[in-house]
């Protein structure tokens, strides 16, 4: 019995040697991902976070831009073979469609890398400045989007306790919701371009 015991827990210290050994040979490299694993965590949750709102704005933007072409079509054509065009399809259209089609599709655009950029000078650029470059760049265009976005809100907050609507034929349409577009979309917006600044930006020096 004493043998038996003295075999298996020199089976199971020649056990403990081998996973200590394999722990030793994985490397700083191993090390270093894993730390950068934990450390970028919360950075992954935002990213999906920040994913799936991007995704749903620019969804309802593309709804919106389909029904607005719908009506569109819906009242030129009761206006031409009817001769009754549909009452409020221009306030409709300009108050509510085409503010809700352009300004939810910002933070979609801006995370799919789909707005306009010319990098003509920042290529010749070396490496870290194009980090700190892009990284000041995001900071300052995030503080003026706040800033917009601040002073859109209030006056959308404004115009929300006056109850703004314009009068139609045979009805008053409410048009102030949509005045919370703005600050809504650039406060996204600003947050996308920010994380994206940074995500790059870790990116590289990961690889």
């Not at 760049?137 to 006056?155: M, R």
Request: proline share 5%; with cysteine.
């Amino acid at each position: 019995m004493t043998a038996t015991r003295n075999s298996v827990s020199g089976q199971n210290d020649n056990v403990e040697d081998k996973d200590a050994a394999q722990r030793n040979d994985r490397g700083p490299r191993d090390r270093i991902g894993a730390t950068r694993n934990r450390e970028y965590g919360p950075m992954k949750a935002l990213d999906r976070i920040l994913s799936g709102i991007s995704t749903v704005t620019g969804v309802i933007a593309g709804i919106c831009l389909m029904l607005m072409l719908a009506l569109i079509m819906a009242d030129v054509s009761a206006k031409y073979l009817f001769h009754m065009p549909i009452t409020g399809t221009l306030e409709i259209v300009s108050y509510y469609f085409m503010p809700i089609a352009v300004y939810l599709a910002l933070p979609y655009v801006e995370r799919s890398g789909e707005h306009i950029s010319v990098p003509l000078v920042t290529d010749l650029l070396p490496v870290l400045v194009r980090h700190i470059l892009s990284i000041l760049v995001a900071l300052f265009s995030a503080a003026y989007l706040l800033v917009v976005a601040w002073a859109c809100g209030e006056k959308a907050a404004a115009l929300m306790r006056t109850g703004e609507e314009v009068g139609l034929i045979y009805f008053d349409l409410i048009i102030w919701p949509p005045r919370w577009l703005v600050p809504i979309a650039f406060v996204l917006m600003a947050i996308q371009i920010v994380h994206g600044a940074f995500k790059k930006d870790s990116e590289a020096h990961a690889q």
